[in-house]
């Protein structure tokens, strides 16, 4: 009797070494994110679990033309997702090795930057037409040194623009533009970037000349900013602002 059990197990055993496990693959990680989402309704026709996110086709899901078992993209471009950001589970996103490009563009995620500082090889990271809200950590992109494109217009960020954004050496594209960014622009004037909008924020002071490749439709929008780049002249600065009273100057000599 034993025997003929083992012999029942002996196939059974060979499918499960020479079938790839999808118990601990990108699908669980994928459907972990997911879960962590408040309406992911619209993935539910194709995010099932014990199905392959690559060959099954998932929707949204990008697989690297080198390997077509790894996932290199999710392009979850407006379809009706929420979630707050502080539920979101980047770190299931962390699993996946293969990560470059993320877009959830056109949604309504909501709350302040989800930790997409977290995916260090990130090539692409497209976050506009969201809710997503307060002020950025001035080093929240130090470790970002891959990113090419980002584009994070059109939600109610606040605060300074991250500096830390002027450390990205690959940067090529950067979208900021209809949020409520305030205070002076950071240096940012990598060689590597080759677009810049800042538009429609509430940034002052005078625009660094090394941006002046940019044009001044990348700063419009903006009444408090100043410079040649957009032809407006900044206010001469008063050097004697924190000078005594020249009473009080007279006196100290009598």
């Not at 770190?91 to 490009?101: T, W």
């Not at 623009?161 to 979208?175: A, K, M, Q, T, W």
């Amino acid at each position: 009797m034993a025997a003929a059990v083992r012999l029942l197990l002996i196939p059974l055993l060979i499918v499960s070494y020479l079938t790839p496990s999808l118990a601990t693959g990108e699908d669980i990680h994928l459907l972990d994110f997911k879960e962590s989402l408040n309406d992911s309704s619209a993935l539910d026709s194709t995010w099932r679990k014990g199905t392959h996110p690559c060959k099954d086709k998932w929707k949204g899901i990008e697989c690297d033309q080198k390997d077509d078992d790894n996932v290199s993209g999710l392009i979850l471009i407006g379809l009706g997702l929420s979630g707050v950001s502080e539920e979101m589970d980047i770190e299931s996103l962390g699993k996946l090795d293969r990560l470059r490009f993320l877009s959830l563009e056109n949604n309504s995620f909501t709350g302040r930057i989800p930790e997409f500082n977290r995916l260090t090889s990130l090539r692409s990271l497209f976050i506009s037409g969201n809710q997503f809200s307060g002020e950025i950590a001035q080093d929240y992109f130090n470790n970002m040194g891959s990113l090419k494109k980002l584009e994070m217009a059109r939600n109610m960020f606040s605060g300074t623009i991250p500096d830390s954004l002027g450390n990205l050496n690959n940067l090529v594209e950067l979208f900021l533009e209809r949020n409520e960014f305030s205070g002076a622009i950071p240096l940012i004037a990598q060689k590597s970037l080759q677009t810049i909008n800042l538009s429609y924020n509430k940034l002052h002071g005078e625009i660094p000349q090394s941006m002046s490749k940019f044009g001044a439709g990348s700063f419009e929008g903006n009444p408090e900013l100043c410079g040649p780049i957009i032809s407006k002249p900044c206010p001469p600065q008063d050097t004697n602002v924190n000078a005594p009273p020249l009473g009080d100057h007279i006196l100290k000599f009598r």
